[in-house]
T-cell receptor, first 112, second 113 residues
Framework: AQKVTQAQTEISVVEKEDVTLDCVYE???????LFWYKQPPSGELVFLIR??????QNEISGRYSWNFQKSTSSFNFTITASQVVDSAVYFC?????????FGAGTRLFVKA | DAGITQSPRHKVTETGTPVTLRCHQT?????MYWYRQDPGHGLRLIHY???????DKGEVSDGYSVSRSKTEDFLLTLESATSSQTSVYFC????????????FGSGTQLSVL
């Protein structure tokens, strides 16, 4: 069975702080894909990143970075110098074959 | 933006009544999904489709059925709605392999009284 765990239910930070959102996954598949999605207060779901299980290189996109560690089954997401616009619910997700399974999400509050 | 339309956007219904939610896409994507979003549970997969008339169950399929008679339409039916099915329902689509990112519709807020 596949499972995604986001242990942090809510995180509150002050603007310009760095924040890391944790994601731990379980799967028996050798080939799988990991994702992060963002859901701002407006409610839409926005894709952020997709990584496959064979690519453990960290990725950086502007203020966002992702750390994929197969040894610990983790795919953590860091926002550097957070901004109020980063306030949202963030979902980690796993796809091992045609179905994407989501974690419960982490709600991030960034205060000015 | 991906062309995905969910209808209705909001619905209030009574326990025991049938309800059908519609997802329409203009992207010609093979895979379509129905998720429900509830506080503390994130997004849970109800059913998905990998082609016309090809569907399969997800994590929380009890009480729901789906149909896909055309590539562009994926219907979710609650045969006899219950209060536990009050939720926000999202449709999503994915390209050819089902391993790509998901594009989501705007969601349907369903309240079962």
């Amino acid at each position: 069975a596949q499972k995604v765990t986001q242990a942090q239910t809510e995180i509150s930070v002050v603007e310009k702080e760095d924040v890391t959102l944790d994601c731990v996954y379980e799967t028996r598949d050798t080939t799988y894909y990991l994702f992060w999605y963002k859901q701002p207060p407006s409610g839409e779901l926005v894709f952020l990143i997709r990584r496959n299980s064979f690519d453990e290189q960290n990725e950086i996109s502007g203020r966002y970075s992702w750390n994929f560690q197969k040894s610990t089954s983790s795919f953590n997401f860091t926002i550097t110098a957070s901004q109020v616009v980063d306030s949202a619910v963030y979902f980690c997700a796993l796809n091992g074959g045609f179905k994407t399974i989501f974690g419960a999400g982490t709600r991030l509050f960034v205060k000015a | 933006d991906a062309g995905i339309t969910q209808s209705p956007r909001h619905k209030v219904t009574e326990t025991g009544t049938p309800v059908t939610l519609r997802c329409h896409q203009t992207e010609n994507h093979r895979y379509m999904y129905w998720y429900r979003q509830d506080p503390g549970h994130g997004l849970r997969l109800i059913h998905y489709s990998y082609g016309v008339k090809d569907t399969d169950k997800g994590e929380v399929s009890d009480g729901y059925s789906v149909s896909r008679s055309k590539t562009e339409d994926f219907l979710l039916t609650l045969e006899s709605a219950t209060s536990s099915q009050t939720s926000v329902y999202f449709c999503a689509i994915s390209e050819s392999t089902g391993l790509e990112k998901l594009f989501f519709g705007s969601g349907t807020q369903l309240s079962v009284l």
